[in-house]
């Protein structure tokens, strides 16, 4: 599902949104599943220094995807959860990639559990994407991170709503139209079948919903795609849906989610006016 809130969009800004089944960076093209194995079945940024690691906070200009020529600019921000998302290949227009692990696209102090301090290198990150996206000034900016990372250094920001409002905060500083993507469903260790309560533990999509209803931005639901009944079976077709607890190998984003035809495809095309 993706739900429609009330900020303005233009017609073509619509009809860029209803294309991107078949144009969009987050839409895979059509492949054979790969026999590598699920736990190292990671999307290319991994190798090509565009998943940038703790300590950078410049992100890598040469992060760009598509048609570099084009005039249609889409953004792909967040962290680890936004990079599992990452197209094999995009078309027709300027994929810009912007993520960094561990850090959530959120107005927010938080804490890197594994650095064991604050994680400033995030807080300073999140200032020179919301730069680089003043100049590029996207069509649209996809926004997407794990519900579990963020680690507020203060108590007071521990809360589902906090957490939200930061979110929202953050988004409203990105020139042009937003959608904000609903985190993966959690698998913990279960190998074959995921229980219901385990796949929506940690209060899922609590926080982005909170986040563009602030903001009045898209909220992209793909929990039903991965998801469509429960338990939720780990491997179908024979293709494995996550390599570890709570991201999604590249094989399942490209054959599955992103396919044309596929669920990010059909929420956008079903809901767009």
């Known amino acids: 599902m993706i739900t429609v809130l009330s900020r303005p969009f233009s017609s073509g800004r619509a009809s860029l949104l209803a294309a991107i089944g078949l144009a969009?960076?987050?839409?895979?093209?059509?492949?054979?599943?790969?026999?590598?194995?699920?736990?190292?079945?990671k999307e290319s940024l991994w190798t090509q220094?565009?998943?940038?690691w703790e300590r950078t906070i410049t992100p890598n200009t040469?992060?760009?995807?598509?048609?570099?020529?084009?005039?249609?600019?889409?953004?792909?921000?967040?962290?680890?959860?936004?990079s599992?998302?990452?197209?094999?290949?995009?078309?027709?227009?300027?994929?810009?990639?912007?993520?960094k692990i561990s850090c959530g696209?959120?107005?927010?102090?938080?804490?890197?559990?594994h650095l064991g301090r604050e994680y400033t290198e995030c807080t300073t990150w999140n200032r020179n994407v919301v730069k680089r996206l003043a100049v590029l000034k996207p069509a649209l900016t996809l926004v997407a991170m794990s519900r579990r990372a963020l680690h507020p250094v203060r108590s007071v920001d521990s809360t589902n709503t906090a957490k939200g409002l930061a979110v929202g905060r953050m988004i409203m500083k990105v020139p042009g139209q937003v959608a904000v993507i609903i985190d993966a469903p959690f698998r913990g260790a279960n190998a074959s079948y995921i229980p219901k309560t385990t796949a929506l533990s940690y209060s899922l999509g609590a926080i982005e919903r909170i986040a563009v209803a602030y903001s009045r931005d898209w909220l992209i639901n793909l929990t039903?795609?991965?998801?469509?009944?429960?338990?939720?079976?780990?491997?179908?077709?024979?293709?494995?849906?996550?390599?570890?607890?709570?991201?999604?190998?590249?094989?399942?984003?490209?054959?599955?989610?992103g396919v044309p035809g596929g669920a990010l495809d059909v929420a956008l095309d079903a809901h767009l006016p």
């Open 105 to 113: 696209f959120a107005d927010m102090r938080i804490r890197n559990l």
């Open 49 to 52: 220094h565009c998943l940038a």
């Open 24 to 41: 969009s960076g987050l839409i895979f093209g059509v492949s054979t599943v790969s026999a590598v194995s699920p736990a190292t079945d």
């Open 84 to 99: 599992h998302l990452f197209p094999a290949r995009a078309r027709h227009w300027k994929l810009v990639v912007l993520v």
């Open 224 to 257: 039903a795609a991965t998801c469509p009944r429960w338990p939720c079976p780990v491997v179908v077709n024979r293709i494995t849906k996550f390599r570890d607890t709570e991201h999604f190998t590249a094989t399942f984003s490209r054959t599955v989610l």
């Open 62 to 82: 040469a992060c760009v995807y598509g048609d570099r020529a084009s005039r249609v600019v889409v953004a792909l921000v967040g962290d680890s959860h936004a």
